[in-house]
Structure formats: C-alpha cells, structure tokens
C-alpha cells in the first residue's frame, strides 16, 4: 500500500508551468531524504532533484536545472516544474527515504516510501 499520495499533474502547452505535490500519512517528509523521480514511457525511472536531511537541494537531471524546484513542510513536499519542455513528459513520483540520517540518492533503490505517480504532459 503506498504511503504517499501525489497530485498536480496534467496536460500543459509547452512553457507552461505546474505545481506537484505529495502528501503522506503517518511520518513526515521534513526530517528526511526525500526526492522526485520520473518516468517517460519506454524509459527507466530517473531521478530528478532531491532534497537532504539539511535541506540541500541535489539535482540530478541537469535538463531540469533553473526551472523545476523542490521544496517541503511537515508531511507535504512540492515539485514545482516551470517552463515545461515536451520532453519533461513523464509519469512523476515522489519518495522518501526511511533513515532520517541517510543522504539523497538518484537510485530507485534507496528510498522505501512511494508514491504511485501524477501524470503530466507537455503538448501542444
């Protein structure tokens, strides 16, 4: 059963912005690792930014750089994507890590906690 809960997702022109969240149940997403991934069809699940234990923001997919960011409180995080490129199209995943100590990663492995997925497509 997932324990996250994203939402925010949908069909935008390119240019366009959203504003992703995931809310969980149960624990918080401010004392720990917790990052978004995403997955376009036919593709591998990647990373796309994380954010650590002492709020440092870590980038994984350089594309994304100056225009998606990632932000939390208590048991909520956003993922805000800015001008949107056909390409960001993809089933996006929130997740967390269960060890509040340990550090981001763009592994699909190391985080416990997930989400099932918000879609959103980039299309004119």
């Known amino acids: 059963q997932s324990r996250l809960v994203e939402s925010g997702g949908g069909l935008v022109q390119p240019g366009g912005s959203l504003r992703l969240s995931c809310v969980t149940s149960?624990?918080?997403?401010?004392?720990?690792?917790v990052g978004w991934f995403r997955q376009a069809p036919g593709k591998e699940r990647e990373g796309v930014l994380c954010?650590?234990?002492?709020?440092?923001t870590i980038i994984y997919t350089d594309s994304v750089k100056d225009r998606f960011t990632i932000s939390r409180v208590k048991n909520t995080m956003y993922l805000n994507v800015n001008s949107l490129k056909p390409e960001d199209t993809a089933l996006y995943y929130c997740?967390?890590?269960?060890?509040?100590?340990?550090?981001?990663?763009?592994?699909?492995?190391?985080?416990?906690?997930w989400g099932r997925g918000t879609q959103v497509t980039v299309s004119s």
């Open positions: 997740a967390a890590r269960e060890n509040y100590y340990s550090s981001c990663s763009d592994s699909v492995a190391a985080y416990q906690y």
């Open positions: 149960g624990f918080r997403l401010d004392d720990r690792p």
């Open positions: 954010i650590n234990y002492s709020d440092e």
